[in-house]
């Protein structure tokens, strides 16, 4: 049988037809743009985005919307719901920025993971909240430079896991894993998937997307891997599979990106061929994953796959483990 190509309308994501869901014309107050949302599904079942705003100074806070399908009549809250607190927390003294949630069992919150900025440039910071009005912000827990970090949701033999993007004074920007005792302390530090060389779409600076998803067959990590061409940076998403009982290991890598920047709303922008999603909701059926991402540092779109075929494509175009070169 000839080798069969592969169907280039096959999508893994589908956009939303809705989007952009969200524009700075949607907020309250005025604001210069809206985009890199974390994205949770309450037990109301409202899904909540916790939204990256850029104010007309350049700085962003975060601010809450909520949405009883995920897809529109937003109510967004009337003031910044998570602000600077540059005070307390010269880290934040330029903004707060990407924020990733997961919900976590054993403390009965939501773990918040967002990129604290300042003059010696972006952290990664984490704050706990029940409601998204009240926050216990733990501070600054990985120094500059560092960002696009997300906690796993569970101990994994005693210890919480944290991935993150750490960039070295030279080199390649790899993503890393660390492991801590009490959220606080964090060490074990090691690389965990490598931006590849060269031609790749992934090469030399890549980071974690939006938090991994739980599968039968292992975390399924999205990432974005930026290509630095003559023109600028393109921002594009692929994925890895990490072993579920030791995420240390990377059993699958897909050698192509899943999604890209192409529609005008993800090309033109503050910051033009971005796409950049930090969160997912899950359908009632476990396996429906809605993507919510920004798009061109302006504007917040969904995309939609299912966990299954994602799985299956992984497996049906990746190197084994971590190839690098
Ligand atoms: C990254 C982050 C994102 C942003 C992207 C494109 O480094 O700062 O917040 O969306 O660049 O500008």
Redesign the pocket.
């Known amino acids: 049988m000839p080798p069969q190509r592969e169907d280039p309308r096959r999508r893994l994501l589908k956009r939303h037809s809705a989007n952009p869901l969200l524009t700075a014309f949607d907020w309250p107050y005025f604001v210069n743009t809206v ?2 949302p974390g994205a949770v599904r309450l037990p109301t079942g409202e899904t909540l985005l916790l939204c ?1 705003v850029e104010d007309c100074s350049g700085h962003s806070h975060l601010c809450a919307a909520r949405s009883p399908d995920g897809v529109g009549d937003w109510r967004v809250d009337r003031h910044p719901t998570f602000q600077a607190d540059p005070e307390r927390h010269p880290e934040e003294v330029w903004g707060v ?2 924020p990733r949630i997961v919900w976590i069992d054993e403390l009965e919150s939501f773990a918040v993971t967002y ?1 604290c900025y300042s003059h010696r440039g ?1 952290g990664v910071s984490l704050a706990l909240t029940k409601d998204f009005t009240h926050f216990e912000r733990i501070g600054n827990i990985f120094p500059p430079e560092d ?2 970090a997300s906690l796993l949701p569970r101990r994994i033999d005693g210890r919480w896991v944290m991935i993150h993007r750490p960039v070295p004074a030279h080199g390649r920007a790899h993503i890393w894993i660390s492991f801590s005792p009490d959220l606080r302390h964090w060490g074990d530090h090691t690389v965990l998937l490598k931006a590849r060389l060269g031609a790749w779409w992934d090469a030399y600076k890549i ?1 974690l997307s939006p938090p991994l998803v739980e599968t039968r067959e292992g975390w399924l990590m999205m990432y ?1 891997g ?1 290509r630095i061409t003559p023109a600028g ?1 393109i ?1 594009r998403l692929g994925m890895a599979l990490l072993d579920l009982e030791d995420p240390k290991r990377c059993l699958l890598r897909a050698n192509k990106w899943i999604m890209g920047p192409e529609r005008d709303y993800e090309r033109t922008g ?2 033009g061929d ?1 796409v ?1 999603p930090c969160g997912f909701t899950l359908g009632e059926d476990g396996d429906t994953l809605n993507l919510y991402y ?1 798009a061109a ?1 302006t504007s917040i779109a969904m995309a939609t796959g299912s966990v299954q075929e994602m799985l299956d494509w992984l497996h049906e175009n990746s190197t084994p483990g971590d190839r690098d070169e």
Do not use: S
Request: proline fraction near 5%; charged fraction near 35%; include cysteine.
């Open positions: 985009f890199n990256r920025e990407d990129t972006p960002k696009d980071g974005h930026v940076c921002y503050d910051v971005v950049f920004g540092d």
